[in-house]
């Protein structure tokens, strides 16, 4: 069992930065392949960035790839997500996950346990 807590959301002009935190409760975070997806309003959940137990290998959306960096440190059981260059269609709530799947789970289905959400907003 794994609880997620995600914190770091807000409100920021375009072009600002934020970055997410999502601190995980449990001895095995260290297992998990981790990822960030988010919701906007009207629209599904979408798949952000992923990284694997061990934060060698990630993977990212195009829209946000150059842009956002996942990371994690399994020391503090947290899994970062650090947003650069952010846009008005950025502004969701974002996600982190956590999936007991290796490789690079890209849809919401392959993820065990979610946080309940931060909002990013991001303003014109």
């Known amino acids: 069992q794994v609880q997620l807590v995600e914190s770091g959301g807000g409100l920021v002009q375009a072009g600002g930065s934020l970055r997410l935190s999502c601190a995980a409760s449990g001895r095995t975070f260290s297992r998990y392949t981790m990822g960030w997806f988010r919701q906007a309003p009207g629209k599904e959940r979408e798949f952000v960035a992923t990284i694997s137990w061990s934060g060698g290998r990630t993977y990212y959306a195009d829209s946000v790839k150059g842009r956002f960096t996942i990371s994690r440190d399994n020391a503090k059981n947290t899994v970062y997500l650090q947003m650069n260059s952010l846009k008005p269609e950025d502004t969701a709530v974002y996600y982190c996950?956590?999936?007991?799947?290796?490789?690079?789970?890209?849809?919401?289905?392959?993820?065990?346990?979610w946080g309940q959400g931060t909002q990013v907003t991001v303003s014109s």
């Open positions: 996950a956590a999936s007991s799947k290796v490789g690079y789970p890209d849809a919401a289905i392959d993820y065990d346990y």
